[in-house]
């Protein structure tokens, strides 16, 4: 039978543009978020972190907004590059039954940028 | 630091056989982390190890996987018998746990079973 993947959204936006990418979480006590950026071939590559405390952070090129009351992340970057095509995830933390703290990654989002 | 490092880089193997997946962590780091990707279910957390100590192994799909940590400084995951499903990227991760959650990834294996 024919087997059903996952379906990544895509994005694609035009080299010098702005990016957003959004992910929505799932435990409202969560307090710690990243996105990591994954490149073909490649493992995930950390590129910011937000705690619960706070609504914004910003990084170079990259800022990321946290809406606690909707469960909401997104991450923005600012004039897309070609460098950064890759799938981008968010992961939340939550606590391993056994202590020590786990990251449930999002599905991910495929960033495409045209030239 | 050269980061966390796996290998292979690349398996291909045949169904039936045993697959050993080892990983070096980051020089420090006391947490250690397996992941399977595939296009069916993402990022899959396998195991977690904290001190070598095999904490949560909760996502390991069924006994033909084993993980061990002998020392802080390596890891294996086996796959006893290997089987076509399997077939994925496995990554390793490290992290040092003072509450900083980041985690480091290896350029992880991709596994084929044919």
């Known amino acids: 039978g024919e087997s059903v993947g996952l379906h990544l959204p895509t994005l694609s936006v035009q080299e010098g543009d702005n990016s957003i990418i959004n992910c929505a979480y799932s435990n409202s006590a969560s307090d710690y978020f990243i996105w990591y950026k994954q490149e073909s071939g490649k493992g995930p590559q950390f590129i910011i972190d937000?705690?619960?405390?706070?609504d914004k952070r910003q990084g170079q090129r990259v800022t990321v907004l946290l809406n606690k009351t909707v469960k909401h992340l997104s991450l923005q970057i600012a004039a897309t590059q070609p460098g950064d095509s890759a799938v981008y995830f968010c992961a939340e933390k939550g606590r391993f039954t056994g202590g020590g703290n786990k990251l449930t990654f999002g599905t991910g989002t495929q960033l495409k940028v045209e030239l | 630091d050269a980061g966390v490092i796996q290998s292979p880089r690349h398996e291909v193997t045949e169904m039936g056989q045993e697959v050993t997946l080892r990983c070096k962590p980051i020089s420090g780091h006391n947490s250690l982390f397996w992941y399977r990707q595939t296009m069916m279910r993402g990022l899959e957390l396998l195991i977690y190890f904290n001190n070598n100590v095999p904490i949560d192994d909760s996502g390991m799909p069924e006994d033909r996987f084993s993980a061990k940590m002998p020392n802080a400084s390596f890891s294996t995951l086996k796959i006893q018998p290997s089987e076509p499903r399997d077939s994925a990227v496995y990554f390793c991760?490290?992290?040092?746990?003072?509450?900083?959650?980041?985690?480091?990834f290896g350029s992880g294996t991709q596994l084929s079973v044919l």
């Open positions: 937000i705690r619960s405390n706070m």
């Open positions: 991760a490290s992290s040092f746990l003072t509450g900083d959650e980041k985690l480091f």
